[in-house]
C-alpha cells in the first residue's frame, strides 16, 4: 500500500478569539453591559446604578477588557465635568451577533 499524503493538518482554534470569546463568556457582566448599551444607557454611572449588584470596580474591570479585544470604544468628552460614554465597536457588533448565534444553538441543545 502506498503512503498517502496527508491533505490536511491539525487545527486549532484562534488563540486571540477563543481568548476573547473565554474572557467574554467568564465576564459575569459583560452581557449585561451589551443590554445596557442596546437600550442606550452609556455611561459608567448610569450603568451602575441602572444593575443591582455591580460595583464601579467590576464595571471599569469589564469595560478595559472589551476594550483590549476592540468590542467597545471609550468617548471622552472634554467638559467640566469630564463624561465618558462608551459604544459598540463595527467589529463588536460583529462579535455580538456571533455571541446571538451562540445562545440561538445552546436553545436548540436544550430542546
Known amino acids: 500500500m502506498k503512503n498517502k499524503e496527508l491533505l490536511f493538518s491539525r487545527k486549532s482554534a484562534p488563540e486571540r478569539s477563543a481568548r476573547m470569546v473565554e474572557t467574554i463568556?467568564?465576564?459575569k457582566w459583560s452581557?449585561?453591559?451589551?443590554?445596557?448599551l442596546a437600550s442606550g444607557i452609556n455611561r459608567p454611572g448610569e450603568m451602575v446604578r441602572?444593575?443591582?449588584?455591580?460595583?464601579?470596580?467590576?464595571?471599569?474591570?469589564?469595560?478595559r477588557k472589551n476594550l483590549e479585544f476592540?468590542?467597545?470604544k471609550r468617548i471622552e468628552y472634554s467638559e467640566v465635568p469630564p463624561?465618558?460614554?462608551?459604544?459598540?465597536?463595527?467589529f463588536g457588533s460583529k462579535f455580538l451577533r456571533i455571541l446571538e448565534q451562540l445562545e440561538d444553538l445552546q436553545q436548540e441543545i436544550a430542546l
Do not use: D, P
Not at 441602572?50 to 469595560?63: A, D, H, P, R, Y
Not at 463624561?83 to 463595527?90: K, L
Open 25 to 27: 463568556y467568564g465576564c
Open 31 to 36: 452581557l449585561t453591559v451589551y443590554q445596557l
Open 50 to 63: 441602572n444593575v443591582e449588584g455591580l460595583s464601579t470596580k467590576v464595571l471599569n474591570e469589564c469595560l
Open 70 to 72: 476592540g468590542i467597545l
Open 83 to 90: 463624561r465618558v460614554e462608551y459604544q459598540v465597536t463595527e
